[in-house]
């Protein structure tokens, strides 16, 4: 399954550059131009993670990080917060509410990627492909084996996912 990104962002060319660098990696690109956009998009799809813009019209960016961590279904969505502002005391507040990693504009594809990995491997070992190892089983995302030590069991995915989630 593809992993899903929701991009917050009122600016037409950066949510472009942003949704392009996106597929080229082969995730899923949602794209919204508001917070308030972005909410009536999360009851049709919950994302892997959140780009979301810091000045936006309407909600804020911080606004909007502040209304996730509060919906129990949504809060451990990790958001990477877009900024043009360097500050040391906006990242402090941005944290504060719950971002999970910052990208400065203007910044490149590469770099966004790169951080967006960061993020999901930290957030979710199951969406960096990597194998799970745990009392003697070992669960590997990508062919859904686990291998026990009297061998190897094959799982339905969504098994799978139930073990892997436990
Ligand atoms: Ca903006």
Redesign the pocket.
């Known amino acids: 399954m593809a992993v899903k990104v929701l991009i917050i ?3 037409a060319a950066i949510r472009d550059m942003v949704a392009l660098a996106l597929a080229r990696e082969g995730y899923e690109a949602h794209q919204a131009e508001s917070g308030e956009e972005g909410f009536s998009l999360l009851n049709e799809v919950v994302p892997d993670l959140i780009l979301l ?4 019209p309407g909600m804020s960016g911080v606004d909007f990080a502040k209304r996730i961590k509060k919906d129990p279904l949504c809060r451990d969505i990790p958001i990477i917060m877009l900024t ?1 502002r360097g500050e040391e005391e906006d990242k402090v507040r941005g944290l504060s509410v719950g971002a999970d990693d910052f990208v400065t504009k203007p910044f490149s594809p590469r770099e966004l990627i790169a951080r967006i990995k960061a993020v999901l491997r930290r957030a979710s070992p199951m969406a960096a492909d990597e194998v799970v190892e745990v009392d003697g089983l070992a669960l590997d995302p990508v062919s859904h084996r686990v291998r026990a030590e009297e061998g190897s069991l094959d799982l339905g995915p969504t098994e799978f996912k139930l073990l892997h989630f436990l």
Not at 53 to 56: G, I, Q, S, T, Y
Request: hydrophobic share 50%.
């Open positions: 962002e009122d600016e813009d810091w000045m936006l043009a």
